[in-house]
């Protein structure tokens, strides 16, 4: 069979271009008219997209100032079209990345060598509410907040809850293992994927886990698959562990006249042994920018920060206690008010500003790069101030939002306007290693929950050590001897 010539056309690209190497070995090449025939024969041509308009939509994921062209779009409809095209796409040795709705915030599925762009955006089907087991079977590209509503209106509950729930995929979610706001007392995507069908990066399909509590069937593939960010294998139907709906549910709005009486405050929740379900945490910077960008006003703007509890329980009695002590400990730390929301309508009004900080520093925030970092808990404040010297330090303006109840904030430094931008590089990268440093001393980790992708692998070897890294790289090894999924991410 004749595979023509893998040429990568050269494209006008970002003034940040990502680095692409693929085992030393240069792969840009371009796919000639009998690849794309191919392709179109498994997907359908209207499903095999090559127009400049596609290939740029298709170049971006929501990290800021990122950008690498796919060659070619395949928007594939079952297990079998993703299977035929990985195994046409590994004998001609041309990368493939996956991509679910492109909300990723480490630049995960773009695709640095080129080649062929898989999405998965056809497959959005929830296939299996199943009340026995209390597990949903799903397709990878079923929007999270669709999967919460469809499973919810059946009286179940799918807990995690990533800020970007109504515009990326189950499917994104498990390959990034994704957190949110619930991870605090429900845990993370990793806590409830229990089965996976996957298609291997040589066109194999196989099926790990299933509708099972416990399996300690050999090593545990279903969880190495998760958060493996698209670099093991793709998958195409996920079967996940479900819990009953609680019956009641109310938010809290507390203002704070210091940043640190507000991180102190969750400490102190835990040490009274109340796990909320969410705590989330939001500076002054961080309500402007909402402000801005939602064009009205936040409650308790003037504070200095805000802390949005979420409480959840079954038997009102049990829930009043609750209620009634979170508002005491709020109070006993310096909370001047506390807005109580029990209505779905007010309720999302409090989210609001919280859900909306990466769109609002996207769109409106200017030049800025977000970390993700994860402390114990207990240090939660000392990572805050932390973030804010260096900032000041480096010239930089801070915003700091984020997952406080579980450690992990995101840290957004902006470069101010009056910044020369070979000075913003300079200070940034600056600021990006010693915020690291002191989060690595504290204890912590250098990303929660957005993972390593291509922004963070400069800073993989500040945690782990060269033989992690190398047991790291036998396993990508061991899935994908030839390098062609996902390349350039992770290492
Ligand atoms: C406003 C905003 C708020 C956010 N809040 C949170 C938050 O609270 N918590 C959080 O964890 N993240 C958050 N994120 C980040 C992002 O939404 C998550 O990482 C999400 O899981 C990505 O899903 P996606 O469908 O958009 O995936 P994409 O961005 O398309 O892809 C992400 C990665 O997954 C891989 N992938 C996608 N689908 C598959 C598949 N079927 N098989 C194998 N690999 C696949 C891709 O190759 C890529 O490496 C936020 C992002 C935004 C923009």
New binding site residues.
């Given amino acids: 069979m004749n595979h023509g010539q893998w040429n990568k056309k050269e494209r006008k690209k970002d003034e940040n271009p990502v680095p692409c190497q693929i085992g030393g070995e240069d792969v840009r090449k371009f796919l000639d008219k009998e690849w794309i025939g191919r392709l179109s024969e498994i997907v359908g041509e209207k499903n095999v997209l090559t127009d400049e308009e596609n290939l740029e939509r298709y170049s971006r994921?929501?990290t800021m100032g990122l950008q690498a062209f796919p060659d070619v779009v395949v928007k594939a409809g079952n297990v079998q079209e993703i299977s035929k095209v990985v195994r046409l796409a590994a004998g001609w040795g041309i990368p493939v990345?996956?991509?679910?709705?492109?909300?990723?915030?480490?630049?995960?599925?773009l695709p640095t060598l080129g080649g062929i762009v898989l999405?998965?955006e056809r497959?959005n089907r929830v296939l299996d509410v199943d009340h026995e087991n209390l597990m949903v079977v799903t397709e990878?590209?079923v929007i999270?907040a669709e999967l919460h509503r469809t499973v919810e209106a059946e009286g179940l509950f799918y807990p995690?809850?990533?800020?970007?729930?109504e515009?990326?995929?189950?499917?994104?979610?498990?390959?990034?293992?994704?957190?949110?706001?619930r991870a605090v007392r429900y845990g993370?995507?990793k806590d409830y994927v229990c089965g996976l069908e996957?298609v291997l990066p040589n066109g194999e399909i196989i099926s790990t886990g299933g509708k099972v509590v416990k399996d300690v069937t050999g090593y545990n593939l279903t969880q190495l698959?998760v958060g493996?960010?698209?670099?093991?294998?793709?998958?195409?139907r996920?079967t996940l562990r479900l819990i009953p709906k609680p019956k009641l549910k109310v938010n809290l709005l507390a203002p704070f006249s210091e940043l640190s009486a507000a991180a102190k405050t969750v400490s102190a929740l835990l040490q009274e042994k109340i796990v909320p379900t969410a705590i989330e945490f939001m500076d002054q910077p961080a309500m402007r920018l909402a402000e801005k960008y939602l064009k009205k006003e936040i409650v308790f703007d003037t504070a200095a920060a805000h802390l949005l509890i979420e409480l959840d329980g079954n038997r009102k009695e049990d829930f009043d206690h609750l209620l009634d002590t979170v508002g005491t400990v709020c109070e006993r730390f310096g909370a001047w008010d506390l807005l109580v929301a029990d209505q779905k309508e007010a309720q999302n009004r409090l989210w609001e500003g919280r859900?909306?900080?990466?769109?609002a520093a996207?769109r409106i925030g200017g030049v800025y790069e977000t970390m993700?970092v994860v402390v114990p808990r207990s240090r939660i404040a000392d990572l805050v101030r932390s973030a804010q010297g260096i900032a000041e330090k480096s010239r930089l303006e801070p915003v700091c939002v984020g997952?406080a109840g579980d450690g992990n904030v995101?840290v957004l430094y902006f470069k101010p306007e009056d910044m020369e931008k070979d000075r913003w590089t300079e200070e940034i990268k600056k600021a990006t290693l010693t915020l690291y440093r002191t989060t690595l001393e504290m204890g912590g980790k250098i990303t929660?929950?957005?993972?390593i992708?291509l922004t963070r692998k400069p800073y993989l070897s500040l945690d782990l050590s060269e033989t992690q890294i190398e047991l790291l790289k036998g396993i990508k090894k061991a899935f994908d001897p030839k390098g062609i999924l996902?390349p350039g991410?992770i290492f």
Wanted: glycine share 18%; proline share 7%; with cysteine.
């Fill in positions: 994921d929501e990345t996956p991509r679910g709705l492109g909300t990723g915030l480490s630049g995960g599925c999405s998965m497959m990878p590209a999270t995690p809850d990533p800020a970007s729930l515009s990326c995929s189950i499917g994104g979610n498990v390959a990034e293992g994704s957190g949110g706001p993370t995507t996957a698959l493996s960010e698209g670099t093991l294998a793709i998958f195409t996920i859900r909306c900080i990466f769109e996207n993700d997952h995101h929660a929950e957005h993972g992708g996902n991410k």
